[in-house]
């Protein structure tokens, strides 16, 4: 067979491209046989370093135990001796001795509170942190947190209120960190809110068969740059902290946590010198598999803060 001279020159084009493409997929290939021994070489050390994360998040765990009973054996005793010596001997002391030793129960009181928080804190973050589901009326639940929160008002202006939007079934989930969420809501819209009214409010979704509770306070309020971080270990609104009211940053730190641990969520909505509005949705009844939180499931990266609604977030407690 033979070709003219066009035929042969179009056919040895054709070669060239042929051997010019072989060559670049051979290259590609290599390429990419390249890029997958990285990527699983990526994968191991990204597995490794997870796996030593579990591990020091485990030692800090128990550290933080341990710690905590040594903190508080020698506290307990402060506390006990210092109540004791105000019940038998009260009356006989100075009043400036009487006023001091309240001042060193406060303390103590305070401090077992911080141990308290931050053992709570590594217990949620290891994944150690069971929750114990029971049915309980919600709405008692907020009449008994709203008493235990009244001292803390002191002679301030300041009203607690129970708005009730709805009639409400009985609560199944774990009553002790449903009051542990509201305690630290409330005492927070306590402490940042001078005057007006700090209000719980309570209403039921039918729909999803979820419980939403507002927290809603006329306090300071927070800035919307301050709000993105607010939900973070430690994070402290800087408001807060030039009127000097600033605490340790792990109230709502665990109020997120507690409501993710719930199968739940927390928003806010603020603004700056107007008050806030802190909102957890649960649901009434605690499901027995509960989504793993963002910060134990490796799947998930990075913690992120929790859903974020409107501008900003008033201080928590640990503001």
Known sequence: MFFNDAEAAGFAEVEVLTRTLERRVQERTVQLSDANRELAAKRVELEEQNREVRCATEHKSAFLASMSHEFRTPLNAILGFTRLTLKKAGEVLPPVQRDNLKKVEKSAVDLLGIISDVLDLSKVEAGKLTVRPEAFALTDLVDEVLASAAPLVGDRPLKLEKRILTSTEQMVSDRVRVKQILVNLVSNAIQFTPSGAATVEVDHDPARDWFRIAVIDTG????????????????????????????????????????????????????????????????????????????????????????????????????
Do not use: K, M, N
Not at 269 to 297: I, Q
């Open 220 to 319: 300071l309020g927070i800035s919307e740059r301050d709000a993105a971080s607010i939900f973070e270990p430690f994070d402290q609104v800087q408001s807060a902290v030039a009127q000097g009211s600033a605490g340790t940053g792990l109230g709502l730190a665990i109020v997120r946590r507690l409501c993710h641990l719930l199968g739940g969520t927390v928003t806010l909505r603020s603004e700056l010198g107007r008050g806030s509005r802190f909102t957890v949705e649960v649901p009434r009844v605690l499901s027995a598999a509960v989504a793993p939180a963002p910060w134990l499931d490796p799947a998930a990266g990075e913690a992120g803060a929790a859903p974020v609604e409107g501008r900003a977030a008033a201080a928590d407690g640990g503001v």
